[in-house]
T-cell receptor, first 113, second 115 residues
């Protein structure tokens, strides 16, 4: 996964259930991001963190929560308040200087059943 | 905040032809513009990027141009091949700013190269 690992690859959620998506990186990057991708659409920013113990809401944060207790980890919880959670979720990180382009994880496909 | 518009949404070309995808952005302070290629069911992969102090950048068959005055940038693929078929996304951000530095993405262009 090029230094950034997402799990699980597929996740099924029942109505009213909270689920947590994992994102781990070993690239020693400060910044981490969560995006949501719906079929045929672009990537929309859910939450981002530019340093440990700090995170900011993105454009579609309602119904989601995150934590950043360790530099390597940025888990995303999809709560029952998110009414339409079925989507492809991508975690990303980037370095500094010449390596500013994002590196994405392989994604988690979440389906409500 | 930043808004990125991308056109066309779909593009079909014959193998060997050129393909051009265009994006416009709204935030004049944006200074970093990457392009990503996403194959079906896979993660986006960075293919080329450009910073605001450069007008054009080339990497083999791929080039990106930037017009800061008009606030638009374009991806050019020459001598297209079937393996170029994918969805392409443009993006923009203020690199190095102390504020929000997250990428804002365009809605994507599905490129199909016909053999």
């Amino acid at each position: 996964d090029g230094g950034i690992t997402q799990s699980p690859k597929y996740l099924f959620r029942k109505e009213g259930q909270n689920v947590t998506l994992s994102c781990e990186q070993n690239l020693n990057h400060d910044a981490m991001y969560w995006y949501r991708q719906d079929p045929g659409q672009g990537l929309r920013l859910i939450y981002y963190s530019q340093i440990v113990n700090d995170f900011q809401k993105g454009d579609i944060a309602e119904g989601y929560s995150v934590s950043r207790e360790k530099k390597e980890s940025f888990p995303l919880t999809v709560t029952s308040a998110q009414k339409n959670p079925t989507a492809f979720y991508l975690c990303a990180t980037h370095g500094q200087g010449a390596n500013y382009g994002y590196t994405f994880g392989s994604g988690t496909r979440l389906t409500v059943v | 905040g930043e808004n990125v518009e991308q056109h066309p949404s779909t593009l079909s070309v014959q193998e060997g032809d050129s393909a051009v995808i265009k994006c416009t952005y709204s935030d004049s302070a944006s200074n970093y513009f990457p392009w990503y290629k996403q194959e079906l069911g896979k993660r986006p992969q960075l293919i080329i990027d450009i910073r605001s102090n450069v007008g054009e950048k080339k990497d083999q068959r791929i080039a990106v141009t930037l017009n800061k005055t008009a606030k638009h940038f374009s991806l050019h693929i020459t001598e297209t091949q079937p393996e170029d078929s994918a969805v392409y996304f443009c993006a923009a951000t203020r690199r190095g700013d102390t504020g929000r530095r997250a990428l804002t993405f365009g809605s994507g262009t599905r490129l199909q190269v016909q053999p």
